[in-house]
């Protein structure tokens, strides 16, 4: 017979203790940090009002604030941030690192600004790097190699598209309240409404967000075939696994 002292199982023999992950945190906080670096040299070399108006900024800015708080649960033994932050802002800069690349600085595109991207020199053109390339690899590299799977659900991917949304509409009510003289009057040229005009960009916009959406699902799809890490916080060790009955 059991007793009550028996019957009642420690519940460090059902839930594994939470392990503090210092690799994990200290690449978190490295990427957090290299996109907060790239955002202070932005403001650093121009105008904190016009840096603040970019997409890129946005999102390094929540990779700094999402990685950064992910960095300090992985070293204090916590439990992650919610899927829907940390899969959202792994879409966001995603997306800020494709468009940088296959858009942007690709001469054989419609919106290409590969001449004035070349230019950049010294403090800028490292922060371009670190904005563009490092913070969006450094967040992938933390979705595949750190984080466990199958926490993403297929709604995450239509919640997403919020954050670009907001942005299109903040852009636009930018442009209109500034000097129309301003060269940063639009932020980016697909969304330039004096060169495509209103109905032109809403289709650039479509395609984006229909772009975003896609890439969510893809996501959405990879954690769930992806494997789990190897790692003590995903696996039941043996000796564990002996003691449950």
Not at 29 to 50: F, Q
Not at 133 to 149: H, M, R, Y
């Amino acid at each position: 017979m059991l007793t009550p002292r028996s019957a009642a199982a420690p519940a460090s023999a059902v839930v594994p203790p939470a392990h503090r992950r210092p690799w994990a945190a200290a690449f978190r906080a490295l990427i957090a940090l290299s996109a907060a670096t790239g955002i202070v040299i932005e403001c650093v070399y121009g105008d904190v009002l016009v840096v603040l108006s970019f997409f890129t900024v946005w999102t390094n800015i929540l990779v700094a604030v999402v990685l950064g708080l992910g960095a300090h649960r992985a070293w204090t033994r916590r439990p992650p941030l919610a899927a829907l932050w940390t899969g959202g802002v792994l879409l966001c800069i995603s997306v800020v690192g494709l468009v940088f690349h296959l858009v942007l600085d690709n001469e054989a595109s419609e919106f290409n600004q590969a001449a004035e991207i070349a230019r950049l020199t010294g403090g800028r053109a490292v922060a371009n790097q670190l904005l563009h390339t490092v913070t969006p690899i450094g967040t992938a590299l933390d979705f595949l190699l750190l984080t466990a799977p199958g926490a993403l659900r297929w709604r995450h991917a239509a919640q997403w598209p919020a954050v670009p949304g907001l942005y299109l509409a903040f852009a636009l009510i930018r442009g209109e309240l500034i000097s129309p003289d301003a060269p940063t009057r639009y932020t980016y040229p697909f969304l330039d409404v004096t060169v495509h005009g209103y109905a032109g960009v809403l289709l650039n916009s479509v395609v984006l967000g229909a772009a975003f959406y896609v890439l969510g699902l893809a996501i959405v799809g990879l954690d769930r075939i992806r494997p789990a890490p190897r790692s003590p916080e995903y696996r039941i060790s043996s000796e564990r696994a002996r003691g449950l009955k």
